[in-house]
């Protein structure tokens, strides 16, 4: 019997994958896109360092571009230069979306995860754990599990039909562009009336991203070269692409669910708790959480049935303090626009706890040292 099945191949569900292998717990990873990402750069925090290199993704990092200051227009009458800026700590890196996903595929593989394109389809809970049907290779196969992950990002396929709820904040979107050009190692964000603009650079070029209301968004795809003139001619922190459609548009609501385990089960990722790119927080989310997660249901196969309520914990804990930090800066603009007033006034709903949770939240979920 295969011991846990994972949904989602995102940088969540392969970190939770890592995570079991290396507590020598069998896992498949079941996705319906092999979920390799494009080139797309985004920046990692320097926190993220130590789960990386406990992942064995060290090596990703030392290939990464080293970031070592931001520069914005936030409000202010001139250009900004944060040096080591709040959000990035002593320093941060641009990664390639597109790198990392092989890169961590590799190391799954290494542990010994399957990874199938496939789907997970109807679960149904039995005293065998959960009994469900894995599509994939035109066929179907019936397997029992005790326990699944879900990472299936913001949808939370598998904790939306076991009766969790996302609780959202208000609409946005970012719009993307990729620069294939070299990149210089700032990461930059400029506000504007209706959203802001960001550049993210990593070793195989920049991503510039719009942040806005989808009525904004559309607006952008149906005029893309005026909206980037237009921009050229008013950013002062964005090199803003000379032409070029989008190429990807992504929903970055802040979500959270309201319950981020229950029997069997465990989410993660933006599945669990979904952030604000304001925050800078995403990716390393990703990581992190799944981490987290994984151990936590090799605890809970280990005999420890409260480790996954720990773990929603501190998940919960995440979500709520990176919300709320959210709303402050957009607060911190003073732009009196309904789009900056939308964002700063909005307070996700507070998720429920159970009894359990309660008694662990004070708890911190520690980091299992290298097996």
Known sequence: MQQVLIAGGGPAGLAAAIALA?????????????????????????????????????????????????????????????GTAPGLGVHGWGLDRHALSIAMRKRARTLGVRTIKGRIGRTVQTCEGWRTNLSYLSSN????????????????????????TTCHGPNLVAVLWHVAENSTAVMAAEATQVGWWYAAPADQGTTVGFVTSPTTAKEVFNDPQGTLAHAARTLTAIPVPAHGTPCITVDCRSA??????????????????AFDPISSQGLFNALSGGFFAGNAVADAIGGDAEAPLVYAALAARTAERTHAQTRLQYAALPFDTAFW???????????????AEQRQDQTAMPVPAPG
């Open 141 to 164: 196969k019936a397997v029992t599990t005790p326990y699944m992950i879900d990472a299936t990002g913001r949808p939370g396929h598998i904790a939306r039909r076991n009766g969790a």
């Open 22 to 82: 290396e507590r020598k717990i069998a896992v498949t990873v079941v996705d319906p896109a092999d979920c390799i990402a494009g080139t797309r750069a985004e920046m990692l925090a320097q926190g993220a360092g130590a789960i990386m290199q406990r992942l064995g993704l060290g090596h990703v990092l030392q290939d990464a571009l080293r970031i070592e200051t931001v520069k914005s227009m936030w409000g202010a009458a001139h250009l900004q230069s944060h």
């Open 341 to 355: 007033r939308e964002h700063a006034g909005h307070q996700i709903a507070k998720r429920r706890r159970t009894a």
């Open 256 to 273: 959270v669910l309201d319950r981020i385990c229950d029997t069997g089960w465990v989410a993660t990722g933006d599945a669990a708790a």
